[in-house]
C-alpha cells in the first residue's frame, strides 16, 4: 500500500453521524456507503469484500467478513439484530444479514485506518466497561443435578474460540469468563448460553 493511499485511507471524515449511546451520550459513527466510497477512491477497484462465514440466532445475525486489498488481508466480525413484526414473524432475514454484512465490512476496514479518528471518540464517549459479574452455581446434592441441556453446536465452539483468539484471550481465559457467567466452561455451555457468550465477545471486540 502506497503512502497515498493510506493517506486518503486515513483522512478524517467530515459528514459523521451520530446516533445515542446506552448511557444517552451521542456516539458518532459512519455508514456503509462512506466506507465503501472512501475505498474506491484510495485503492479503486483493488479491493473486495465476502462474507465467509454466518449464525443466525432467534435474536441477531453474526458474520464473519473478509476484506481484501491488494496484499493485504482483514477480516473481521459484524452483527445485526433480527427485526421481528410485533407478533414475532420475521421481517426480513437478507435485510438482516446485509446489515450484519455491512457492519463486518466497516470493522475490518477499521484495520486498514477508515474511520479510526471516529473510533477513538466513541471510546471516549462510551462509559468505563463494567466488570463481569461473578455468577456462584448453587450447591446442589448429587441426585438433585438439573438435566444436561442440549450442549453447543461444533460451529458455535470454533466462533466462541475464533472470537477468543482475535481478542488475545487464550482457551483458559474463556473457560473462566464462561465460568463467570455460567458456572461451567465453554465445552458445557448450553445452545442459548453459547449464543448470549458469542454476543458478549462481540460486544467487547
Known amino acids: 500500500m502506497t503512502p497515498e493511499q493510506l493517506r486518503v485511507l486515513t483522512r478524517p471524515f467530515d459528514d459523521?453521524?451520530?446516533r445515542p449511546g446506552r448511557s444517552g451520550q451521542p456516539l458518532q459513527y459512519i455508514e456503509g456507503h462512506q466506507v465503501v466510497a472512501r475505498l474506491n477512491e484510495a485503492l479503486g477497484g483493488s479491493w473486495s469484500f465476502k462474507v465467509l462465514e454466518h449464525q443466525v440466532t432467534e435474536t441477531e445475525v453474526v458474520v464473519l467478513g473478509e476484506l481484501q486489498a491488494g496484499e493485504l488481508i482483514k477480516q473481521a466480525f459484524g452483527g445485526a439484530e433480527v427485526t421481528r413484526t410485533r407478533d414475532g414473524k420475521l421481517v426480513s432475514?437478507?435485510?438482516?444479514?446485509?446489515?450484519?454484512?455491512?457492519?463486518?465490512?466497516?470493522?475490518?476496514a477499521t484495520l486498514l485506518g477508515v474511520g479510526l479518528q471516529r473510533c477513538a471518540v466513541e471510546e471516549r464517549q462510551t462509559e468505563p466497561p463494567r466488570r463481569p459479574r461473578l455468577v456462584v452455581p448453587e450447591a446442589r446434592e448429587p441426585d438433585m443435578a438439573p438435566p444436561v441441556e442440549g450442549?453447543?453446536?461444533?460451529?458455535?465452539?470454533?466462533?466462541?474460540a475464533k472470537l477468543g483468539a482475535d481478542q488475545g484471550r487464550t482457551a483458559a481465559d474463556l473457560d473462566e469468563l464462561a465460568r463467570q457467567r455460567y458456572g461451567r466452561p465453554c465445552a458445557e455451555l448450553t445452545v442459548q448460553q453459547a449464543s448470549d457468550f458469542i454476543k458478549e465477545l462481540l460486544r467487547a471486540a
Open 93 to 108: 432475514l437478507a435485510d438482516d444479514l446485509k446489515s450484519a454484512a455491512t457492519d463486518a465490512l466497516k470493522k475490518a
Open 151 to 160: 450442549r453447543l453446536s461444533k460451529r458455535q465452539a470454533e466462533f466462541i
Open 16 to 18: 459523521v453521524k451520530t
